[in-house]
């Protein structure tokens, strides 16, 4: 079989979705872990964009996680995370692309506006894996970068209180569909299911991710996620029973 390597940033939840379909097929892979700004030049030397997760399968490099996954599902059968009625299908996939589009940019900038402010909070979560001179490099760089995350995933307070009200709007819909049944699509565990799942992470900090999550996220934003604790149940209990 190929060497088959992710490269990613563990504090990503794009690339904890594709994290977890690797572990949950039994893909055998390694990781490499790319740090924030350096791995625009090898991104870009590998595929079009300068976004991870990369998944490397021998000579052939994957963007974006819904393509890796659907990469997985076709050399990789076993288990799949695609249904195979056409229906179903198209359903799961209407739901990852919910889920990639229409709430993890808002969860990313949400969770960030709080965290950005409490660097001794996120230093851990941002350089989890990273080697260890890089960490006190990163910490004196911080504000710099802080600036120029701002930047680049808008966050900003009018743009993080829409992705708020984004996060709620997109919440409720999630609860209509499963309306009390355990999976979003079919009566099977899906893509669906695990993209959703992978990117409401950050608000619920499962261990299965793998970060230095902190024991709690600092205010308002702890109060915040409390007071949605029964909209975020089931995405924590996909998480316990498929992770
Ligand atoms: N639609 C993409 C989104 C990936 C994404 O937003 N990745 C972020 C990390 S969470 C990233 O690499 N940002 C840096 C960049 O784009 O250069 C996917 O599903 O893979």
Known sequence: ????????????????????????????????????????????????????????????????????????????????????????????????????????????????????????????????????????MFRLFFPKVRALMKKAMNIYPDEAQASAVQIDVALAQIDEALNGKDFLVGDTFSRADLAVSAMLAPLFMPKQYGVKWPKKMPEPLQGWVSARQDKLVWAEKVYGENR
């Open 1 to 136: 079989m190929q060497p088959i390597t992710l490269y990613q940033f563990p504090i990503s939840h794009y690339c904890e979705k594709v994290r977890w379909a690797l572990d949950y097929k039994g893909v055998p892979h390694q990781i490499k872990n790319l740090l924030p700004g350096k791995h625009i030049e090898f991104a870009k030397s590998v595929a079009q964009r300068s976004s991870v997760p990369i998944l490397q399968v021998g000579d052939t490099y994957v963007q974006q996680s819904s393509a890796i996954i659907d990469y997985l599902d076709e050399h990789f059968p076993d288990k799949p995370l695609t249904p195979a009625d056409p229906d179903l299908r198209e359903e799961a996939l209407k739901w990852e692309a919910f889920a990639d589009k229409d709430l993890g940019p808002h969860v990313r900038r949400w969770a960030y506006y709080t965290l950005l402010e409490h660097p001794s909070v996120v230093l851990p979560a941002l350089t989890t894996g990273a080697p260890l001179l890089f960490k006190p």
